[in-house]
């Protein structure tokens, strides 16, 4: 983002404390995450620490800080889900791919995001690739998805 992007967005804020949620959805909406130039500048702005907004930013699942993959796949980590599985799904997500929930893939061809729950909770374990869900997805079942969505 550029300097006239940062200005734009914290023009719409008076600089307290309570902005700092609406600011990081508009800086992720805008460039797709929160990076470590647009921490800097939120600290000046909020005049908060740049641990204290990773420390907010980092509890939210949705708040991403690395670039976006052409694919994103979420696995629900929801109750639901989590009972039936999804725990094991998001290891074997993570180990095929060889990043941790949070990162993307280094040919940007994936990113991996946990969701807290992805509404078919009677499905799960529930998988998202971009806008693509995958049901009742059982771990030997994701090399296949993984391929379809290669
Ligand atoms: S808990 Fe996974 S879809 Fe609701």
């Known amino acids: 983002m550029k300097d006239k992007d940062y200005q734009e ?17 508009r800086i992720q909406e805008k460039e ?3 990076s470590e130039e647009a921490i800097r500048r939120i600290s000046k702005f909020l005049k908060l620490s740049e ?12 708040y991403r800080f690395n670039p976006p993959g052409r694919k994103s796949i979420k696995v629900c980590m929801g109750t ?30 994936f990113d ?6 992805l509404g078919c909770c009677t499905l799960g374990p529930v998988v998202k690739i971009n ?4 049901s009742r997805m059982l771990v030997t079942g994701l090399k296949e998805i993984l ?4």
């Not at 309570?18 to 990081?24: R, V």
């Not at 806008?131 to 995958?134: F, N």
């Open 9 to 25: 967005i914290f023009s719409q804020f008076k600089g307290k404390e309570a902005d700092l949620l609406p600011i990081l959805l």
């Open 32 to 34: 797709g995450y929160i």
């Open 51 to 62: 641990n204290q907004i990773y420390g907010v930013a980092s509890f939210y699942p949705k």
């Open 80 to 109: 639901a889900c989590h009972v039936r599985g999804g725990k094991f799904l998001s290891d074997a997500v993570g180990w095929k791919l060889g990043i941790n929930i949070g990162q993307t893939t280094e040919d940007k061809r």
């Open 112 to 117: 991996f995001q946990r969701a807290t729950c």
């Open 131 to 134: 806008d693509d869900v995958h």
């Open 147 to 150: 391929e379809k969505h290669d």
